[in-house]
């Protein structure tokens, strides 16, 4: 699908009980679109797709707000006040626009692991992220852990251990008190106090 279908959720009642979808979709892409992220405050759209880069859409007037980077994307994200934008690029790496100046930061770098994972926290000051060594021919022990990175300044605050494998995905609570991991066989959910694993799920 080349396209992003907008579709308006207030109209859902019981007798219409289908959001009905826009008519001006947004042809986002040349090819298929694999992630999408919105920034209901700032009304911002990210878009990650066949093309090369990252698009950023101002969902209201259906425009390209800009467009970063002319490499492979693989992991976007973008703060909940749309002034953020993570992306990674399947490299030990990852890079912040920052969405009002048009600027990207010198990619922040993830000491050789793949950076699988990107999740800001509700106040924008943070960005967490999860890896891997994508290439360990060294055979060292693998890093599963999660970073926790100073949007502003770009020097990582923490590093949290307790995931036994590589970090698909991650969430933040509205309030910010607490992080899921998503693994291939497990999920867990972090308090961002103590940076401590509270529940577990297998599955």
């Known amino acids: 699908m080349e396209s992003v279908q907008v579709w308006d959720l207030t109209q859902v009642t019981e007798a219409e009980p289908e959001p009905k979808a826009d008519a001006n979709s947004i042809k986002a892409s040349r090819g298929a679109i694999y992630k999408a992220c919105y920034s209901r405050q700032s009304g911002l759209l990210v878009v990650r797709g066949d093309e090369r880069g990252v698009s950023v859409w101002d969902i209201a007037r259906r425009k390209l707000r800009q467009k970063v980077t002319e490499d492979l994307v693989y992991r976007i994200a973008i703060s909940s006040d749309g002034k953020w934008v993570a992306y990674a690029e399947g490299l030990p790496q990852f890079s912040l626009l920052n969405v009002e100046t048009g600027k990207v930061t010198t990619p922040f770098k993830e000491n050789d692991r793949r950076v699988e994972s990107l999740a800001f926290s509700p106040d924008g000051k943070t960005l967490y992220t ?7 021919r060294q055979r060292v022990k693998q890093d599963y852990s999660i970073h926790l990175w100073d949007v502003k300044t ?3 605050k923490a590093k949290w251990e307790g995931a036994s494998s590589r970090i698909t995905s991650l969430f933040l609570s509205p309030d910010g008190k607490w992080l899921v991991s998503n693994e291939p066989t497990q999920s867990l959910i972090w308090s961002t106090e103590t940076g401590k694993v509270v529940a577990r799920d297998r599955f």
Not at 130 to 136: P, S
């Open 130 to 136: 999860g890896g891997y060594y994508y290439r360990n």
């Open 154 to 156: 770009g020097k990582r």
